[in-house]
């Protein structure tokens, strides 16, 4: 049996730098090798951290649009629901715009008749709605408070967020006005030409409601400009 001679003994000595399998050095990484791999870690970690962050921005951004969109649509769903349901009583006016607040009688949905405020404050749109009423009087008094409102009245409710400024435009004979000049009225019965019946409130004099409603929003992200028709009127 042949045997193998090492030509350099001393090479083939176990040692902690040689290999197990042969007489070959077991070579390992250098600090230098070691400092450039970890460099090129961090720099893809934080590029990937960079995309990370970009990617949570957006989504916040999505979601935060969408939630706006969502509000500004349920507000605009509730003034058209409003609006809709105007009702000329014959003894407050039955829509006004003073240039803060629009002023309304609407049906009351458990029955009656309510006086609703949309409102311009603290940079928000607001909505107050009365109780329903069935007598002239009551009537009268809750408009003349819905003109002096606090804010902290029961039935306020902060209806959309971030609202710079509020304008409406009526419609009639075929031109847009803005809401604050005086319309066409109509003398209601029991006005000085019908005087009213002894203890009873004179009715007031009632501006002609418009055809349509032009409502122009001043929101963060641009002008809302919403029209809408009117319900015909008897």
């Known amino acids: 049996m042949s045997t193998r001679t090492c030509i350099r003994p001393a090479a083939c000595r176990p040692s902690g730098r040689r290999s197990a399998r ?14 450039v ?24 951004a999505a979601q935060s649009s969408a939630d706006t969109t969502l509000r500004t649509g349920t507000a605009l769903a509730q003034w058209e629901a409003d609006l809709w349901a105007v009702l000329p009583t014959g003894v407050t006016p039955a829509l006004r715009f003073d240039g803060a607040q629009v002023q309304m009688t609407r049906e009351a949905p458990g029955g009656g008749v309510q006086v609703v405020v949309w409102r311009q404050r603290d940079g928000a749109w607001w909505r107050w709605a009365s109780p329903g009423v069935t007598r002239s009087g009551d ?3 809750l ?39 005086t319309g066409e009225r109509q003398i209601a019965p029991g006005s000085p030409a019908e005087p009213a019946p002894p ?36």
């Open 37 to 60: 791999a970890l460099s090129i870690m961090a720099v893809i970690a934080g590029m990937a951290w960079q995309g990370l962050e970009v990617m949570v921005r957006s989504r916040d």
């Open 22 to 35: 042969g007489c070959g050095p077991e070579r390992g990484f250098t600090l230098v090798e070691v400092l």
């Open 199 to 234: 203890g009873a409130l004179p009715p007031a004099a009632e501006e002609r409601l418009p055809n349509a409603v032009r409502l122009v929003l001043n929101l963060p992200a641009g002008t809302l400009t919403r029209d809408l028709l009117m319900p015909p009127q008897p």
């Open 139 to 141: 009537l009268v008094r």
């Open 143 to 181: 408009w003349e408070r819905s003109g002096q409102l606090l804010g902290s009245e029961p039935n306020t409710v902060r209806v959309l967020e971030g609202l710079a400024g509020v304008q409406l435009y009526f419609h009639r004979d075929n031109a847009w006005t803005n809401a604050q000049s």
